[in-house]
């Protein structure tokens, strides 16, 4: 069942008695729990037909009482079982889930992690609703961006997905709220730009990882080193292991570039699972960089990678690092 088909079927008052949602993505089941609670019971129920509990705290003789009562004055029960990963008598609930109360929605909330596929819990529930929430890849982010803000309303400047994916990283709920804001602030159906960007969220529409990164993609030191010097002044701005990776994963896509046959901006995007957009932009990159230095750069992106982490590195800072970083790759 995917996010967006759960989704419909909540929103329509299509219940299952019991849901698992679980995995290593938190965004999506905060969502479908927020869903759920909005759609299952009309606000004046829910007083004496909501409960929430948490899985250190609850037993299973307890929670199946609660799973057991009738509702009062209303149509359903929902019970909804927060921090459910902490739970331990999962087996207990097996009789429970053959022939569970149709009048009350049981929800479990089992974060960061997948449940044990071995449980008969796990076997059990294959019956009634099962969402996995997975992370977002990071290639996917940027069109995961862009889908939520036409959600919201909003076109986009073509820069600003890969911007916000850059700055933030593969964090939904922050990106989210970023998104949020700028919905509070703009018009509806108004184009979200870089500046919009950098007015509201904070994120320099010339001073952050995305343009670093195209600073060292052109060869351009005096651009890369102006960079640097505004995330040392700026920490919040940028880390030296967020700089890192995002360098490994440029170097690593213009690499593979270098040996394909076919370079069509449409086979390369299939490859590397990328927007074409991207593609364009390496494909100018990578006669920056023979194959030879692209090696040589990867190597020095690991060694400074174990000085970010304090390995051969006792006193330099990470502002000192990234600098010396960057001047290694460009030479």
Known sequence: ????????????????????????????????????????????????????????????PSLLS??????????????????????????????????????????????????????????????????????????????????????????????????LSEAIGNDLSRISNEIEKLAIVLQQGEEINEAHVEKHIGISKEYNVFELNNAVAA???????????YFESNPKAADLVQVISMLFRFFSQIMRIHFMQNKSREHIASILKIHPYVVGELLQSKNNFTPKKIAENIEILHEFDLKSKGVGNATETSGTLMRELVIQLLI
């Open 219 to 229: 060869k351009d030191m005096a651009k890369a080193i102006r960079i640097v010097q």
């Open 66 to 163: 609660s799973a057991k009562q009738y509702p009062m004055m209303a149509e359903r029960r929902l019970v909804l079982v927060k921090e459910a990963q902490d739970f331990k008598a999962w087996d207990a609930l097996e009789s429970y889930l053959n022939e569970p109360l149709n009048s009350t929605i049981l929800v479990f909330s089992y974060k960061y992690k997948s449940m044990d596929a071995r449980t008969k819990f796990f076997k059990a529930v294959q019956n009634h609703e099962v969402f996995k929430s997975e992370k977002i890849k990071d290639y996917q982010l940027p069109e995961w961006i862009g889908t939520l803000m036409k959600s919201k309303g909003f076109s986009y400047a073509s820069r600003v997905p890969h911007l």
């Open 1 to 60: 069942m995917t996010f967006a088909a759960l989704q419909k079927k909540i929103v329509s008052k299509e219940f299952s008695p019991v849901y698992l949602l679980h995995g290593e993505e938190p965004y999506f089941i905060d969502k479908i729990l927020s869903l759920l609670e909005a759609h299952v019971l009309e606000p004046h129920e829910k007083d004496f037909n909501q409960e929430v509990v948490y899985g250190k705290e609850v037993d299973a």
